[in-house]
């Protein structure tokens, strides 16, 4: 099947004390009733200049974005961008305090009306995983969690631009795979609007794909192949966005039980699954002429994503000569982690790679994520490969490979002939 594809947007930092309307017991009108007009929450960020300045008034509204469940347990909070806001009901004075890389108080709440609503709102340091209680003057404790900061801002190139043409999103379903049986996955084919058919396009292909797709999640790729194929800075470009496989009998949103043995293998079974499978199969469905030159041949994925990129780069580079990828899994799982030695031994390949990690990536039973990059930007300089790696402090994730995709797509297309 074959429709325009709409991605449900994402929710928004913004919007960040939303997910708590519930406890405040906020509720859709009943049917046949006419519906209210949508209360917007303040933001973390509003309300932490309202606090001190208008308390009563800051009040009413945490008070209408919580409820006195959240207040009473200490579990009131928000996070926009790098600012958390927490609420609690305490007839004491109440702080703020780090637990977590030896004790900080972080601030002391504000009481803010006669029945004992506490609240603060702090902006904190980026990138940085944060443990920290709600401690009464008693030396009680009220409340308290963990949480991870992190927050990059988008550029102009991951937002829509007045003027610029907008591809077109198409949804399909794949359920009859030989190379990985009894699979079914979604996946989206993008068609840029500057696509007539005349000469071949170029490809790209990324794992994960659908989540990638959505114009208002981290990575915003249709978004920012609308603005770079405008402004000449990549090729006219098709985008395959592809989930990895769900078992039989997987309910709909249950992770992917499939991911882990079709991304994180080594040899040529998924490169193949999209020379033999799908590729032909978006070529038929939508009349496409594809370019056959590797170098207009891209494959992108974070995590287990990259390394499932790199290899069918690698397995494969007379059919895809670029590799984008983000905080990629090359260690100990299913093999990845014998990349680097792999690519020092062997003779350099026509790949180019653009890739991304942070010094807060995982380390774990199966290895160093920011140790095993660094051996394969190692390795790939010890082969002059034409590559780039990003290095930041992210977590493990997409969020600063989306604020990057811009500059990362620019990188990899620098020299396409346009």
């Not at 991951?158 to 990985?180: A, C, M, Q, Y």
């Not at 994503?305 to 983000?326: I, M, N, S, Y």
Request: a neutral charge; charged letters at 25%.
């Amino acid at each position: 099947m074959s429709h325009r594809f709409r991605l449900l947007p994402s929710r928004s930092s913004a919007a960040a004390l939303t997910a708590f309307l519930v406890l405040a017991g906020v509720a859709g009108p009943a049917p046949g009733q006419d519906a209210k007009p949508k209360w917007t929450p303040p933001s973390a960020i509003e309300l932490k200049a309202l606090i001190p300045a208008k308390p009563s008034e800051a009040a009413a509204l945490i008070r209408k974005s919580w409820g006195d469940k959240a207040f009473a347990s200490g579990t009131a909070r928000a996070l926009e961008k790098t600012t958390l806001l927490v609420a609690v009901a305490s007839d004491e004075p109440v702080s703020l305090v780090r637990t977590n890389g030896g004790e900080e108080k972080l601030g002391d709440l504000v009481r803010l009306d006669d029945k004992g609503l506490h609240a603060l709102a702090v902006t904190l340091p980026n990138c940085q995983l944060l443990d920290y209680e709600l401690r009464a003057a008693s030396g009680k404790k009220l409340g308290g969690g963990n949480l991870k900061v992190e927050s990059y801002d988008h550029t102009a190139d991951s937002l829509p631009k007045e003027g610029v043409p907008k591809g077109t999103l198409h949804r399909h379903e794949w359920n009859d795979s030989k190379i990985f049986p009894d699979t079914r996955r979604e996946y989206a084919v993008y068609v840029p609007a500057q696509y007539d058919g005349s000469k071949p396009a170029a490809l790209m292909v990324f794992q994960d794909g659908l989540r990638h797709a959505d114009p208002s999640g981290p990575l915003r790729a249709t978004t920012v192949f609308d603005n770079l194929i405008a402004s000449g800075e990549m090729p006219v470009t098709i985008g395959l966005f592809i989930n990895p496989g769900a078992a039989a009998g997987q309910k709909p949103g249950e992770k992917p039980r499939n991911r882990g043995f079709e991304y994180d293998s080594l040899g040529d079974l998924y490169v193949r699954f999209l020379l033999e499978e799908i590729i032909p199969q978006i070529v038929a469905d939508h009349g496409l002429q594809l370019s056959d030159d590797p170098a207009m041949r891209a494959i992108a994925g974070g995590s287990s994503g990259c390394a499932c990129a790199w290899t069918a780069a690698w397995e494969r580079p007379d059919q895809f000569g670029k590799v984008l990828g983000w905080v990629g899994t090359f260690v100990d799982i299913r093999g990845a982690n014998a990349y680097p030695s792999l690519i020092r031994k062997t003779e350099r390949k026509p790949i180019r790679a653009a890739l991304l990690d942070g010094t807060n990536d995982l380390d774990n039973q199966f290895g160093n994520w920011p140790l095993a990059n660094r051996q394969m930007e190692t390795a790939l300089a010890f082969q002059d490969y034409d590559f780039r790696y990003w290095w930041g402090e992210c977590f493990h994730g997409s969020a600063h490979a989306g604020a990057m995709l811009p500059e990362m797509l620019k990188w990899l297309w620098r020299d396409w002939n346009g």
